[in-house]
């Protein structure tokens, strides 16, 4: 059961000697504290009933007030509808509806909470949200198209660039949003989404699936301001016939046997960038489309009896799979550098520090932009004119497997929690049924 109380933050003095009051809300070891706008000198505070005494000048509104604020709290608690409701709930209900908290200072603990768990990529994305968000937020509709996208695009590179001289961390972004109180959840509704997405539609030139993960994001932080009673439901965009997020699924294409034939046949130069490349790709290839990041992260402990043991990063479920002889050719190029290479197969970590989560990001992330600049060569010297980049080599495992593996054994090899994630992904790649149907009606 909650404890409610009156209290006074002495912690808190100020210059003149008087003491802030506060509702202290208390249940299970968690304490919450809401300030009530009020002064007393400690020598006019009963703290024992948890009231002003009479010396205090205006001791009989003052506990009026007080009262009131008291009760208002303990019915919150009582009277809840909902099953439990924490300190932390209690206190943003009694600021009401739209909280003291912007969106920015929620947004910002989400973000931080999952740079402190070592989701880096999940961080820097949602951070990029944000930073989205401030650019339509200070948008100057008068202004010409082209200066606000270059406008944009400079703001972009200024913050790159200072983060590449260490001028500016990730933390530091996480701090800057922390401080900006210029958005309440509340002047989030309808129009308000409507005229972001059309924002990052015209400015940012974002196609629609990277505009539903910003809209996904929004609802997200929402439903933990809700819950958190920052927010009052009622202002909730997304419910009902409101904003819907509309989810499109752009088709995957995936190299076809004789594509992959053509790469496999190229021979670079040994030790050289796009050599690496070549056999980072291959690799994730050869392990069913194993995911690149995963790859560069390999390690020889990796490997036992003809087998690879991994855990994925992006789900952390693990897998084994046997060596392809495929996968061994490669490999054995770079078993002499097993101690150069710090345990790692491949050299891009070798500098990194295992204990530094974030530098193992960065240089993971470093590697996978610069094997993509290296796959677009590649593409060119084979005469494949499809997007080669480091996500195909998975697509290309499920254009190439179609419907020849069971579904259930893809969903293993995939890693998928479900069989409809599989079966959803594995429809891009089947393509027999509807051709056949095509022809039946086409060639009478």
Same mark, same amino acid.
């Given at each position: ?173 996480? #701090?800057?949003?922390? *401080?900006?109180? /210029? +958005? $309440?959840?509340? !002047?989030?509704?309808?129009?308000? @989404?409507?005229? &972001? %997405? ?114 994925? #990063?992006?789900?952390? *479920?693990?897998? /084994? +799979? $046997?060596?392809? !002889?495929?996968?061994?050719?490669? @490999?054995?190029? &770079? %078993? ?109």
């Amino acid at each position: 059961m909650a404890s409610i109380k009156i209290v006074l933050r002495k912690n808190m003095m100020k210059k003149d000697g008087t003491i802030p009051l506060a509702l202290r809300i208390s249940e299970n070891y968690k304490t919450n504290y809401k300030w009530l706008g009020q002064y007393v000198f400690e020598k006019d505070w009963d703290k024992v009933s948890g009231k002003a005494k009479g010396s205090h000048p205006n001791h009989k509104k003052l506990n009026n007030f007080l009262m009131k604020k008291l009760t208002e709290a303990n019915d919150l608690y009582f009277d809840s509808k909902e099953k439990s409701i924490t300190p932390k709930q209690i206190k943003y209900k009694l600021k009401g509806p739209g909280g003291s908290k912007s969106f920015f200072t929620v947004a910002a603990e989400r973000v931080k909470s999952k740079y402190d768990r070592g989701t880096f990529s999940v961080a820097k994305s949602e951070l990029s949200i944000l930073y989205n968000i401030e650019e339509f937020l200070s948008l100057k509709s008068s202004s010409r198209k082209n200066d606000i996208i270059e406008a944009i695009r400079k703001r972009r590179n200024e913050r790159i660039s200072k983060a590449r001289r260490s001028e500016f961390s990730f933390v530091d972004g996480i #701090n800057h949003f922390k *401080k900006n109180k /210029s +958005l $309440k959840f509340r !002047d989030i509704d309808e129009s308000f @989404l409507k005229r &972001y %997405k059309t924002f990052c539609s015209v400015y940012l030139n974002q196609k629609t699936r990277t505009i539903s993960n910003q809209l996904i994001f929004i609802r997200t932080l929402f439903n933990i301001a809700i819950k958190e009673g920052i927010v009052d439901s009622k202002f909730y965009p997304f419910s009902g016939e409101r904003e819907r997020i509309q989810l499109g699924s752009g088709n995957k294409i995936g190299l076809t046997t004789k594509e992959l034939e053509k790469i496999e046949s190229l021979q670079f130069e040994p030790q050289s960038s796009i050599w690496h490349t070549h056999n980072v790709w291959l690799i994730s290839f050869y392990f069913a489309g194993m995911r690149i990041s995963d790859v560069v992260k390999l390690r020889w402990a990796d490997f036992k009896d003809n087998r690879l043991y991994y855990i994925m #990063n992006k789900n952390e *479920k693990p897998l /084994s +799979l $046997k060596i392809p !002889d495929k996968a061994s050719v490669i @490999l054995n190029f &770079y %078993k002499e550098a097993q101690r150069e290479n710090k345990g790692y197969v491949f050299p891009f970590l070798k500098d990194a520090d295992p204990k530094k989560d974030v530098e193992i990001f960065r240089k993971t992330r470093n590697a996978t932009t610069l094997f993509n600049k290296y796959l677009k060569r590649i593409a060119s010297l084979c005469g494949i004119d499809k997007n080669l980049s480091n996500h195909i080599a998975r697509h290309s495992f499920g254009n190439i497997a179609g419907d020849k593996i069971h579904p259930l054994m893809l969903q293993k090899l995939y890693r998928h929690s479900d069989l409809k994630t599989t079966l959803n992904y594995q429809a891009n790649f089947i393509h027999k049924d509807a051709d056949d149907a095509l022809d039946s009606v086409i060639n009478f």
